[in-house]
């Protein structure tokens, strides 16, 4: 799919540079030939009022453009240009040349003037002598102006030669860089792709658990019909754990698939961070000395955020138990709270097992553990700190996370404070 969608936009990139250059180069040749065109034309007209004046004797050189002299002033292309009338009678007898920069014997003259009249047009082309010609009459007699257009045509040919060449080499560059581009656009699609196609595979996996544990427990409850509900209870708990447990999961991932579409609705207000951190850390002093862990927090008084205070506690919950669920029996968990500049800054560091450097930057991926035994111990999915990843996320804040022997593990949250903290 990712190859395909790949092909397409490199496909639709060089259709539209294409019609762009086609269109482009075929503007300059259009109007070049126009004005061509009206150039040849007026050489034309000028070359045909050249019959006011006395007729030249007969020629003794073959019409020849190469060797004709020539007037040397650029400014006026019919001074430039190699031209000559002819007049006839109404016999078709040439009674007469008049020359431009050129010369040309009796039976070149009696060549283009037989091809002219045998056309019987006003105007047109004698493509063997690279000639355009223009009849006008005059009573019985006939005038005929030709100019030679060879060295036009010419210039005009190399300049199509030249777009040519242009254009590949255009087309060559832009498809060099629509394959970068199109590397460097579809890679963010290519990661939500594998990151999708993760995030079901796994989904799969972690469901497949409890769904095997219900169906192992309902095949044993199906096996003893005979029994009592209270006979037959251990079995019931399982299957109502492992029930709780999957629609946890669930829920879970209905939150990330909704926060991946932007359809997390929020509900915004101002709130008081500092009444919030301490509202969610009393519920976990009891879990703590449960697990013999210290709990000390820091927290400044009066800081006020912006944000939806319902996934404001479901962020603090998610750090708050992943901090006591990872920190060893006499080790230590400590909230801080305080205000740095406009922000709200929010650590909670624990002590206990350090992770790994090379797994710091996957702890906020969808189902994974830098501990996978504990975390199966412990009953995790890997989607808490995936969820409050997307909740920072949705608040426009940041969230990181340190680790070392020596400070132990720290998830560090900065949310924008709202510049009217209370004071």
């Not at 019609?19 to 300059?28: K, N, Q, R």
């Not at 019959?51 to 190469?66: C, G, K, N």
């Not at 590949?168 to 990661?191: D, M, R």
């Not at 029930?243 to 609705?265: G, I, N």
């Amino acid at each position: 799919m990712i190859k395909k969608l790949k092909r397409k936009f490199i496909w639709i990139n060089m259709s539209l540079v294409f019609v762009v250059l086609a269109v482009t180069f075929g503007s300059i040749l259009f109007f070049n030939y126009q004005s061509i065109q009206r150039e040849w034309s007026n050489i034309l007209h000028m070359t045909m009022n050249m019959r006011d004046q006395p007729p030249s004797q007969r020629p003794t050189e073959h019409f020849d453009v190469s060797t004709a002299p020539r007037k040397d002033n650029p400014s006026q292309p019919f001074a430039m240009s190699v031209s000559f009338s002819v007049d006839i009678d109404a016999d078709g007898k040439i009674l007469g040349m008049r020359g431009n920069n050129a010369e040309a014997t009796d039976e070149f003259l009696e060549k283009v003037v037989a091809e002219v009249l045998a056309s019987d047009n006003r105007e047109g082309y004698l493509r063997n002598d690279n000639l355009r010609y223009l009849m006008e009459k005059d009573g019985k007699d006939r005038h005929i102006a030709f100019v030679d257009v060879s060295r036009s045509l010419s210039s005009f040919q190399h300049l199509v030669l030249t777009l040519c060449l242009v254009g590949l080499a255009g087309l060559a560059a832009f498809f060099v860089i629509s394959i970068f581009l199109a590397n460097v656009t579809i890679k963010p699609v290519k990661e939500a792709w594998d990151q999708q196609r993760q995030f079901v595979a796994d989904a799969s996996h972690e469901l497949k658990t409890p769904l095997t544990v219900i169906l192992a427990n309902t095949g044993i409850l199906m096996s003893h019909k005979k029994d009592t509900i209270e006979a037959q209870e251990k079995w019931i708990e399982y299957i109502k754990d492992e029930a709780v447990r999957m629609k946890k999961l669930v829920e879970d991932m209905l939150f990330l698939a909704k926060s991946d579409v932007a359809k997390t609705p929020l509900s915004l207000m101002d709130i008081d961070f500092s009444e919030l951190v301490w509202s969610c850390l009393l519920p976990f002093e009891s879990v703590a000395f449960e697990q013999e862990v210290t709990m000390g927090n820091q927290i400044a008084p009066d800081i006020m955020i912006h944000a939806d205070e319902r996934q404001m506690k479901q962020l603090l919950a998610i750090l708050l138990d992943n901090a006591c669920k990872y920190t060893e029996r006499g080790g230590s968990v400590t909230v801080i709270l305080e205000k740095k500049q406009d922000k709200a800054v929010l650590s909670v560091n624990n002590t206990g097992s350090v992770i790994d450097k090379d797994k710091l930057g996957h702890v906020f991926e969808r189902f994974y553990r830098a501990d996978e035994s504990r975390a199966r111990t412990e009953g995790g999915y890997g989607l808490g700190l995936a969820i409050a990843k997307s909740i920072v996320d949705s608040h426009h804040g940041k969230i990181s996370v340190e680790s070392s022997a020596e400070k132990g593990t720290t998830f560090l949250v900065s949310l924008n404070r709202k510049s009217t903290d209370k004071s």
